[in-house]
């Protein structure tokens, strides 16, 4: 997920394009100038005006794990689909499931304004999308990953929505563990840094614990928490 910093000039009014009661309340799709915003429930997401958070986000995951081949990477939110577009342009992955709750934004991006950034990467055969809650998701999935890589929140202590914060509680990063096989990577990104999420990390059982920054035009960089599942 990107926050906007002077990604736009300011006289620029932004234009709903689309507006949907989804499930989860309400989801927006706007132009402000040159960049496409998803609001949800009056908060903002995310925009199309950067994406070298959700390519860290990918390459960290894929660079922290081993040299198994083909692994299969799991995308919690599919966003404005920088981090899908980025795990499909990079052929190790041998497969890339996204997990995306609100059906507006999967509908931006197979016939909306979104799908000139994500067309080929839809179209990619190792690529999947499921249209669920992620919570729900890694909560009663019989599947695992040898990635999870997660940016459905503006970080661990600044959701979203009311109840993705279990997700980032001892019992949810215990589901996240059991969604990854031995020697799995979580990659959560935020924005900003959180030394209690790293250490509920650690207490919930997961190894090699560390924080990547990304740099920022000011104030506090966002980062990508990274751990491993023991095995």
Not at 161 to 167: I, K, M
């Amino acid at each position: 997920m990107t926050i906007a910093y002077d990604s736009a000039p300011a006289y620029d009014s932004p234009v709903v394009l689309d507006r949907r009661e989804g499930p989860y309340g309400e989801v927006v799709l706007r132009r402000h100038g040159e960049l496409l915003q998803i609001i949800a429930n009056g908060c903002f997401l995310m925009d199309t005006s950067d994406g070298r958070s959700e390519r860290l986000l990918v390459d960290a995951a894929r660079d922290a794990l081993d040299s198994r081949p083909e692994p299969h990477v799991l995308i919690g939110g599919l966003g404005v689909g920088f981090s899908l577009a980025h795990a499909a342009a990079d052929s190790r992955w041998g497969h890339i499931t996204v997990v995306e709750r609100e059906p507006a934004i999967v509908e931006w991006h197979r016939s909306g304004p979104l799908s000139a950034l994500s067309a080929a990467a839809l179209a990619d055969p190792r690529t999947d999308i499921v249209k669920t809650d992620l919570v729900a998701f890694v909560n009663e999935t019989c599947a695992t990953f040898d990635a999870l890589c997660l940016d459905i929140d503006n970080g661990p202590g600044w959701t979203v929505t009311e109840g993705n914060d279990s997700l980032y509680s001892p019992a949810g990063l215990a589901s996240c563990a059991r969604v990854l096989r031995p020697g799995g990577v979580l990659a959560v990104w935020s924005a900003r840094p959180s030394p209690e999420f790293e250490r509920t990390l650690w207490n919930a059982g997961f190894q090699q614990v560390r924080t990547e920054e990304i740099p920022v035009a000011r104030g506090v960089p966002d980062v990508v928490h990274l751990a491993v599942r023991p095995g």
